[in-house]
């Protein structure tokens, strides 16, 4: 006969587990990090949300607030993207599965 109980049963630990994703998800909560995270992650992919062409000619990309903010090396397909503004916010917003940017500023 086997003296030691085991300390969690299967019922228990699957009541107190976790997801990774949850736990990121709390943690940035906590620590009111979740806006910064968002920002970064619009940053780091940019290549994901505009293609590999777009993403080629931007020098800088980051969100301050609400507004995203681009460097582009080329004048033809600033104005471009200047036209398509609303489809470019439309993007962002749809990959980040919320209203994260409500303007661009191109520069």
């Known amino acids: 006969m086997n003296k030691f109980k085991p300390r969690y049963t299967e019922r228990t630990r699957n009541q107190s587990t976790s997801s990774v994703k949850e736990v990121l998800e709390k943690y940035l909560e906590i ?35 609400n507004t995203l903010y681009v ?17 470019i916010l439309e993007m962002v917003n749809a990959e980040m599965g919320k209203t994260l940017v409500t303007d661009i500023v191109y520069f």
């Open 71 to 87: 460097q582009l090396d080329s004048a033809p397909l600033r104005e471009e993207l200047v036209r398509a503004k609303g489809k």
């Open 31 to 65: 620590y009111r990090l979740k806006e910064s995270f968002d920002e970064t992650y619009v940053t780091a992919h940019w290549e994901k949300i505009m293609g590999k062409p777009i993403a080629s000619r931007t020098t800088s990309v980051f969100v301050k607030g």
